[in-house]
């Protein structure tokens, strides 16, 4: 009997969730694409691999640098040939964001979004009460709608009085 050596590094669906915590988002490096609940699914039948992934909102340019690294991780593991889907509906929201990525926001010093998206609070454009991730204080206000990207805005906590930035809720 013959054993064929190992074609892939990733054997099963569960390698490959694991191996796809490699790709960060480009703007906040600490949250993997599984963190951020980009990827929507994982097949693996025989050798086909296909990933779905929903992109995260277009005022995020980073996207397109997203789907290549997910390509180029999944070459990288031994499937040079995997379909890459993109699914736009349901569209993301920051709701997807694993509890996982929301601990590593906080640790990273990012608010992380406080409140579902299309809530009667958003409606009628009352701000939530964001919690500084530094010393969890709630007395914070926003300084600007624009943090150091489009997809946050900045805050300061008067407590600790450091300023940090809040990933916005769509
Ligand atoms: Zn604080």
């Known amino acids: ?21 490699d790709v960060k988002d ?9 963190n951020l609940g980009i990827v929507r699914a994982v097949e693996l ?18 996207m397109n640098m997203i ?13 040079p040939d995997a379909k890459v889907t993109t699914v736009l509906s349901p569209a ?3 709701d997807w964001i694993t509890e996982e990525g929301r601990d590593k926001l906080r640790a990273y010093g990012i608010a992380p979004p406080e409140q579902a998206s299309g809530s009667k609070l958003a409606l ?9 991730p530094r010393c969890s204080s709630t007395a914070t206000e ?16 008067n407590s600790c009085l450091e300023p940090f930035d809040y990933f916005k809720c769509i």
């Not at 009997?1 to 915590?21: G, M, S, T, Y």
């Not at 009628?124 to 500084?132: E, K, L, M, R, T």
């Open 1 to 21: 009997v013959v054993i064929a050596p190992a074609k892939h590094a990733c054997n099963n669906v569960e390698d490959v969730w694991q191996v796809l915590h």
């Open 26 to 34: 480009p703007e906040i490096p600490v949250l993997s694409v599984v």
């Open 45 to 62: 039948k025989g050798d086909d691999l296909e990933v779905v992934i929903t992109p995260t909102y277009s005022g995020c340019p980073a």
């Open 67 to 79: 789907e290549a690294d997910v390509r180029e991780t999944l070459k990288r593991c031994g499937f």
């Open 92 to 94: 993301w929201t920051t």
């Open 124 to 132: 009628f454009g009352v701000q939530p009460d964001i919690a500084c």
């Open 142 to 157: 926003m300084v600007s709608e624009f943090g150091s990207t489009a997809c946050k805005a900045l805050y300061r906590c």
